[in-house]
T-cell receptor
Framework: GGIITQTPKFLIGQEGQKLTLKCQQN?????MYWYRQDSGKGLRLIYY???????QKGDLSEGYDASREKKSSFSLTVTSAQKNEMAVFLC??????????????FGSGTRLTVL | GNSVTQMQGQVTLSEEEFLFINCTYS??????LFWYVQYPGEGPQLLLK?????NKGSSRGFEATYDKGTTSFHLQKASVQESDSAVYYC?????????FGSGTRLLVSP
């Protein structure tokens, strides 16, 4: 088995601040994802990466940057935090490329609060 | 593009009642369909998966059938338990994009 670890679990920032969320996986999966979860709206894809140093934009990438410097880690940066983006950010990984219908394994999330 | 619709925001049941969660989808391809379950404080986890090859999936007493005619993928369970209380997501994959429904919160009272 494996695990996805997201840090921090809770992140509090000021409006306009640059904030970074981190994700580590020990599944040795190729593909990693960042999703944003808003109450009652399901999950929306921010970025994904099919291999080390690869980055692909999802539907919600504006206002975010991502980095995949190692196969096991994928970080997400909120470039300028806004109050309307308080949400839970979920990291996930899957074993094959994104064209295949493989299971996503999720971390437990980072809850972002913007003051 | 692909889309998934879950009309029920919340379902409230008593233990041992029958569960039915509605999901319909729209796609131009041959998708694989999933149900994920999310317990409080955790990320979503796979409940079951169905492809066009097998049409039906089951796990932990839950069942879902892939109906191409009605483009539906409803989730059912004959007798729910309090421990089934969670948010259930219908999910579609077709190409790289994994599309999540808005989720249905199930509350089961003892």
């Amino acid at each position: 088995g494996g695990i996805i670890t997201q840090t921090p679990k809770f992140l509090i920032g000021q409006e306009g601040q640059k904030l970074t969320l981190k994700c580590q996986q020990n599944f040795n999966h190729d593909t990693m994802y960042w999703y944003r979860q808003d109450s009652g709206k399901g999950l929306r894809l921010i970025y994904y990466s099919i291999t080390e140093n690869d980055l692909q934009k999802g539907d919600l990438s504006e206002g975010y940057d991502a980095s995949r410097e190692k196969k096991s880690s994928f970080s997400l940066t909120v470039t300028s935090a806004q109050k309307n983006e308080m949400a839970v950010f979920l990291c996930a990984s899957s074993i094959e490329g994104t064209d295949s219908a493989e299971t996503l394994y999720f971390g437990s999330g980072t809850r972002l609060t913007v003051l | 593009g692909n889309s998934v619709t879950q009309m029920q925001g919340q379902v409230t049941l008593s233990e041992e009642e029958f569960l039915f969660i509605n999901c319909t989808y729209s796609t131009t391809g041959y998708p694989t369909l999933f149900w994920y379950v999310q317990y409080p404080g955790e990320g979503p986890q796979l409940l079951l998966k169905v492809t066009t090859a097998n049409n039906k999936g089951s796990s932990r007493g839950f069942e879902a059938t892939y109906d191409k005619g009605t483009t539906s993928f409803h989730l059912q369970k004959a007798s729910v338990q309090e421990s089934d209380s969670a948010v259930y997501y219908c999910v579609l994959t077709g190409g790289y994009k994994v599309v999540f429904g808005s989720g249905t919160r199930l509350l089961v009272s003892p």
